[in-house]
């Protein structure tokens, strides 16, 4: 946990201060994705399972603010406005017209329109199971809307598999790093 911590904390302040743009497309449903992404504040953290000095990590955490170039607008059918709101939700996206007034203002059309802001919030909690000797992974947003989830052994944590993390995280490969690939887990919970 510590050489996670110490990976991603200063690639945190390092890219922070270069933004690269992220050549990743976010699809929220067929017509609608968001595109073009800077990168926005990114930020590492840790937690200790106590105050002592010698205490184990409890987890870390990374999240970083993804930028559009502008809101997109999503289409549906007026009996999906309740999913969408879920939908909206789970993914930690903002519609910019407010649901209830466009309820308000239903017109004959079979459709409504809403438009969503242009950013998002990516986040990946590492965590600790010291009693089962893995590593959980929770994630939201990470290779896509949605949450995703992983479980790896401390010792599949190499600097290769972190400096492919970080490449991965600023876009310059497309598919996330083998081990993760491999210990993708079903979804569970989003952090």
Do not use: C
Request: charged share 25%.
């Amino acid at each position: 946990m510590k050489r996670i911590y110490k990976f991603l904390q200063p690639f945190s302040v390092h890219v922070n201060n270069i933004a690269p743009n992220i050549p990743r497309t976010y699809r929220i449903d067929g017509n609608a994705a968001l595109s073009n992404l800077s990168w926005e504040n990114a930020l590492a953290d840790y937690r200790k399972q106590s105050l002592a000095d010698n205490a184990h990590f409890d987890h870390v955490v990374f999240s970083v603010r993804l930028q559009a170039d502008g809101p997109v607008t999503v289409t549906r059918r007026w009996n999906q406005m309740d999913a969408l709101r879920r939908e909206l939700d789970a993914f930690g996206l903002s519609p910019l017209d407010d649901p209830d007034m466009l309820m308000r203002a239903k017109s004959q059309q079979e459709t409504f329109s809403i438009r969503i802001a242009p950013d998002f919030l990516m986040k990946i909690l590492f965590k600790g199971d010291y009693a089962k000797g893995t590593l959980e992974i929770s994630a939201r947003n990470f290779d896509g809307f949605g949450p995703s989830t992983f479980r790896l052994d401390p010792e599949d944590i190499s600097g290769e598999l972190l400096d492919d993390l970080g490449r991965f995280l600023i876009g310059r490969i497309d598919g996330l790093p083998g081990p993760l690939r491999l210990a993708r887990t079903s979804p569970i919970l989003a952090p």
